[in-house]
């Protein structure tokens, strides 16, 4: 079996990879020279082991300058633009995402056009990101990476994940987290979202008294949406540089074979399925802690089932976890169970606070805005029949500076009907958008007359100027003929 130790500095990532046995090997990568790893398995596969996938953007390579402060700078220039025009443009895009690496960026180009010649590329999944994903998931490889973003298209659509997110209701939300201790509490150092679960704790018996494997899997589906949709780009502008992945910590003291019955087999294949063919390259680190010899017989049957990747940012620790947890996240943001300094005692505990950056109002604002101002140019561009390019819309011009906030947010063009809690919200801000739309039409088309009379104006001048031509000639042509008679 092999281990891998990584050690990240600050402007370098050194990969270290020893084999021991014959079922596996890895070769050795630096993440910052660009290359990737190699993991080769017993059988003869060949998996690449690729870097984080916020590398590009966290580790320049050692001869690379230092980032300038221009970035922080250009993070608050961002919002001194008006709410509802933000969109994922080239601005909004270095803020969220920071600059992309120029080969990712070029097969990611070339994999878009290809699906879009093909008729295969919702505007509403046109992201760069997610494109990004299913490419890093099969290695690059382009036909085999269209297969499973066409397998996740289909399962999107058949499992109806656009009208989850609308209607799904989780009343049992609170009892669930008692018999299901988990949730999501702060960040790591980098400023990933941690996610922590403590599966020893867990009682599928009373699990299946207050929910159905069913609406457990749709909860954990809006989980997920809501991990990208909120979480990430909240995080990404609480930090200040992109964050596209989550580090994950698994309790698993007092697991043994009971925890491994038919129905919770059922329940941890299902969610495995879901997260590894529709969610990939989600996970950064996972650390399992409190793990015993009991533990241990049942993670090598496990981890048969998981990706070769997947298995390979695992980290098993025993009940010495704490040094090596606090070299990722910091005493703050790990709760007193797990020798942290958070007790969340306002919320019950801190996983059922689901404290982080996504919990902020201002910064949850923005992200509804953006998204909604993002979903109405999806409409847009499906009624039209075209797929968006990310870049297409330009961002308006700077607005007015008078209404900003700690993060540099300009709140004035909405309301607070607008950014309220309720379903109003969506509809009042379509309203304007709308009616703003509806008077750039208006606008357009006076302006289509106007050049129309423009035209006619020009014409009726060249009229003029041709008789005045045409009676000068005919002055001349008096002139010369006059003195002959």
């Known amino acids: 079996m092999s281990s891998v130790k990584g050690k990240e500095k600050e402007k370098d990532v050194e990969v270290v990879i020893t084999t021991r046995g014959d079922t596996e090997s890895l070769t050795t990568y630096s993440s910052s020279s660009g290359e990737r790893a190699w993991l080769h398995s017993a059988d003869g596969r060949t998996k690449c082991l690729h870097p984080p996938i916020e590398t590009h953007w966290e580790l320049p390579s050692s001869g690379a300058k230092k980032p300038s402060s221009s970035s922080s700078s250009s993070f608050k220039s961002l919002f001194t633009f008006p709410l509802t025009k933000l969109r994922r443009t080239k601005s909004m895009q270095t803020v969220l995402e920071g600059p992309r690496d120029p080969k990712d960026a070029q097969i990611v180009e070339s994999f878009r056009r290809m699906l879009f010649l093909e008729g295969l590329l919702p505007t509403k999944h046109n992201d760069y990101h997610t494109l990004l994903r299913f490419l890093r998931m099969r290695d690059f490889d382009m036909l085999k990476s269209k297969d499973v973003f066409l397998n996740y298209l289909k399962w999107h659509e058949e499992f109806g994940v656009d009208m989850l997110l609308k209607e799904f209701k989780y009343p049992e939300y609170t009892e669930v987290k008692k018999c299901y201790p988990h949730g999501y509490h702060g960040v790591d150092r980098h ?194 029949g075209d797929v968006a390019s990310e870049d297409s819309p330009s961002m308006p011009k700077k607005g007015d500076m008078g209404n900003q906030n700690d993060f540099g947010f300009n709140l004035a063009p909405l309301d607070e009907s607008a950014c309220a809690g309720s379903d109003s919200k969506y509809k009042l801000a379509l309203q304007k958008i709308n009616g703003l739309e509806a008077a750039l039409g208006d606008t357009k088309n006076k302006i289509e007359t106007l050049e129309e009379a423009l035209e006619d104006a020009k014409m009726v001048s060249l009229i003029m100027l041709l008789t005045i031509e045409i009676y000068a000639l005919k002055e001349l042509a008096q002139s010369i003929i006059q003195p002959k008679l």
């Open 191 to 384: 400023g990933r979202p941690v996610y922590i679960e403590r599966l020893g704790m867990v009682d599928l018996n009373k699990l299946l008294q207050v929910t159905t494997f069913e609406r457990f899997i749709k909860y954990h589906v809006s989980e997920q949406e809501k991990t990208l949709r909120i979480r990430y780009p909240a995080c990404s502008m609480a930090a200040k540089r992109h964050i596209a992945s989550t580090t994950s910590i698994l309790d698993v003291n007092g697991v043994g074979m009971s925890n491994f019955s038919k129905p919770a087999r059922y329940l941890f294949m299902e969610i495995q399925k879901i997260d590894s063919s529709y969610y990939p390259e989600t996970l950064h680190k996972l650390f399992i802690i409190n793990a015993g010899s009991g533990f241990k017989m049942l993670w090598k049957a496990v981890k048969t089932f998981l990706d070769v990747r997947t298995v390979a940012k695992v980290q098993v620790l025993g009940s010495n976890y704490l040094s090596v947890l606090l070299e990722a996240i910091d005493i703050s943001n790990l709760p007193s169970f797990l020798g942290g300094k958070c007790t969340c005692s306002d919320y019950g505990g801190c996983l059922m606070s689901d404290r982080g950056p996504w919990k902020n109002p201002d910064i949850v604002k923005m992200i509804e805005v953006i998204s909604l101002r993002e979903e109405m140019d999806s409409k847009n561009d499906s009624n039209n």
